[in-house]
C-alpha cells in the first residue's frame, strides 16, 4: 500500500459544499455528468436507507466519495447473476491531486474486503469501458479477470467474492 491511512464516515450535510465543487472537477464531470444533476441525486439518497454514502479519507483528509448498496435493489442486468446480499460500489476522486497515486485501488480494495467481512457474498464495481483510470484502479483492487470484459450497456465488471479474489487469493 502507499502509506496513506484511509478513513470511511458517513456523508453528512455539511459535506456538500465540498461534494459540490468535486462533482465539478473534470474528471468526475467526465465520468460522472451533469454536477447539477448529481448533487441533486446524492441530496435525494441521504433520505434512501438502501444506500450507503460514504466520504473517503486519506491521512484524516476527505478527497473521495463512494456510495454501495445492495445490487438487487436498483436491478441492473450486468449485475443479475450475483447473489443476493452483494454490494455495488460506485465512487470517484474529488482532489485531482490523489489521481494517478494508487489511491482508488487502495480504498476500494479496503471497502470491498469490509463489505465481504460483513457478509456480502459478493461485491461488484462497474465503469465505464473507456474509463481506462478507473478500470485499472478496480482491476487492482479487486484483482479481477474480468475487469477487461465490456458488457452490452457500455460497463465492465469487476467483482470480489467472500473469502476469495477471483484470482483464488483470499483477501488480506
Known sequence: MNGTRYGF????????????RWLHAPEVVRWWGDPAEQLALL?????????????????????????????????????????????????????????????????????????????????AIDPDVDNERARRAYGNAFTASRSSTPKPDRRCLCSMRAGVRENGRRPR
Not at 9 to 20: I, K
Open 9 to 20: 464516515r458517513p456523508v453528512q450535510w455539511e459535506d456538500f459544499a465540498f461534494l459540490g
Open 43 to 123: 441530496r435525494e439518497d441521504m433520505d434512501e436507507p438502501a444506500m450507503t454514502m460514504l466520504i473517503v479519507t486519506g491521512d484524516d483528509r476527505p478527497f473521495a466519495y463512494a456510495q454501495h448498496y445492495e445490487v438487487h435493489t436498483w436491478p441492473q442486468a450486468h449485475l443479475a447473476a450475483l447473489p443476493p446480499g452483494s454490494r455495488a460500489i460506485d465512487a470517484f476522486i474529488g482532489e485531482p491531486e490523489m489521481l494517478g497515486c494508487g489511491h482508488g485501488s487502495a480504498f476500494l480494495r479496503l471497502l470491498a474486503e469490509a463489505l465481504v467481512r460483513d457478509g456480502a457474498p459478493a461485491v
